[in-house]
Each structure stands twice: as structure tokens, then as C-alpha cells.
Antibody
Framework: QVQLVHSGSELKKPGASVQVACKASGYTFNTQNMNWVRQAPGQGLEWMGWINTNTGNPTYAQGFTGRFVFSLDTSVNTAYLQISSLKAEDTAVYYC??????????WGQGTLVTVSS | EIVLTQSPGTLSLSPGERATLSCRASQTISNNYLAWYQQKPGQAPRLLIYDASSRATGIPDRFSGSGSGTDFTLTISRLEPEDFAVYYCQQYGTSPLTFGGGTTVEIK
């Protein structure tokens, strides 16, 4: 069965960087693009963009350019999200979601990133 | 970008009642590529409906989706205690993908 195992919670200070890892299993990694979705505490869902798992080419939604970087290590079926120059408003749960169409069928537990001094 | 407006913001109902949730798009959703998700406190969202009306794997048939173009509806025919949660719609027909703001279904 499809599983998405996210790296553990992170507590970071403003200005620091963080990398979130998402290890996928149960399907062929490069057959589905990987999306990233953010959910701030008590708030709704926000699509951040996606990365082509064949080419590694990322596409970022508006508001997620500059400080956000999607990457892959296809040898271990893992997608990464790096956020630099962290701000308090980056505090959220981050989800990786494989999909080519038909919505997001598989959700892992997400990674909580807390930015606080 | 396509803005999705969900209404009502909160729906107060009793178990056994019918719930009707609305999702209205600011422009036509391509191929009716609209999904509905359920989220309970402390949990990740769960896909209920995709392509506007197809139930995801394992979703009970009391959940149904309908609509086309710009107006979509999620119906829960008879609310079970476990159905009280937040529901989001999402369109994936046009980039950027967007989500609605959510409807909370609470126990009356």
C-alpha cells in the first residue's frame, strides 16, 4: 500500500533553514509527481507547488518562490522541501502528496515545522 | 487563480440528518476536476470524492458529490458521529491548484 513517511517535527529559530523529507513507498516513485501542501495551525490547506519526479523540474505556486526549494533523491524514493530564512508565519504542517490527477489520494502524517525564537 | 468559496462556514446538525455542503468556483473548473476532503482534529485530510462525483477507495456511500462547471455539492445522506469534521473542496483542473476555506460540520 502507498505510504508517505515524513521526517519528524522541527523547532527552528527565525532566519534558520529547515529540510523536510518525505519517503514514499508502495508505488513506483517516478510515475507520480510530488506535490507539497501547507497547513498553518487552525487554518486551511495551501498548495505550494509540485516537482516532476522524472525530470526533477519544480513548479512553485505564487507565494512560495525564493525561499522554498523542492528536490528529490530518486535512489531512495524521497522528496525534500527546504525552507530558508524561516519566518514565524512558516509555522505549519507540511505534507508531500503524490498525484498526477484525481486529487490527493494518499496523505502521510505531515511534518510540523515550528518557527519561534 | 480559481477561487473556491465554501458555504456555509459552519453547519450544525444532528446525527442522522442530511448535510449539504457547497463549493462555488470563481471560474469553470476544467473537466470537473474537483475533490472533497474530510479532516478531523489532529489528523491529515482524507480524500472523499474526486472528479466531482467519484468516491475514493473505502469511502461509505452516504458520501456523494455532484455538480459541474462552477457549482459543486458534497452530500452526506445521514450523518454518523464520525462525520463531524471539517470538509474542504479542491480544484486540480487549472494551475495553481486551490482549496476552499472549509466547512465545519458540528454536532447540534
Amino acid at each position: 500500500q502507498v505510504q508517505l513517511v515524513h521526517s519528524g517535527s522541527e523547532l527552528k529559530k527565525p532566519g534558520a533553514s529547515v529540510q523536510v523529507a518525505c519517503k514514499a513507498s508502495g508505488y513506483t516513485f517516478n510515475t507520480q509527481n510530488m506535490n507539497w501542501v501547507r497547513q498553518a495551525p487552525g487554518q486551511g490547506l495551501e498548495w505550494m507547488g509540485w516537482i516532476n519526479t522524472n525530470t526533477g523540474n519544480p513548479t512553485y505556486a505564487q507565494g512560495f518562490t525564493g525561499r522554498f526549494v523542492f528536490s528529490l533523491d530518486t535512489s531512495v524514493n524521497t522528496a525534500y522541501l527546504q525552507i530558508s530564512s524561516l519566518k514565524a508565519e512558516d509555522t505549519a504542517v507540511y505534507y508531500c502528496l503524490p498525484s498526477n490527477s484525481g486529487g490527493f489520494h494518499y496523505w502521510g502524517q505531515g511534518t510540523l515545522v515550528t518557527v519561534s525564537s | 487563480e480559481i477561487v473556491l468559496t465554501q458555504s456555509p462556514g459552519t453547519l450544525s446538525l444532528s446525527p442522522g440528518e442530511r448535510a449539504t455542503l457547497s463549493c462555488r468556483a470563481s471560474q469553470t473548473i476544467s473537466n470537473n476536476y474537483l475533490a472533497w476532503y474530510q479532516q478531523k482534529p489532529g489528523q491529515a485530510p482524507r480524500l472523499l470524492i474526486y472528479d466531482a462525483s467519484s468516491r475514493a477507495t473505502g469511502i461509505p456511500d452516504r458520501f456523494s458529490g455532484s455538480g459541474s462547471g462552477t457549482d459543486f455539492t458534497l452530500t452526506i445522506s445521514r450523518l454518523e458521529p464520525e462525520d463531524f469534521a471539517v470538509y474542504y473542496c479542491q480544484q486540480y483542473g487549472t494551475s495553481p491548484l486551490t482549496f476552499g476555506g472549509g466547512t465545519t460540520v458540528e454536532i447540534k
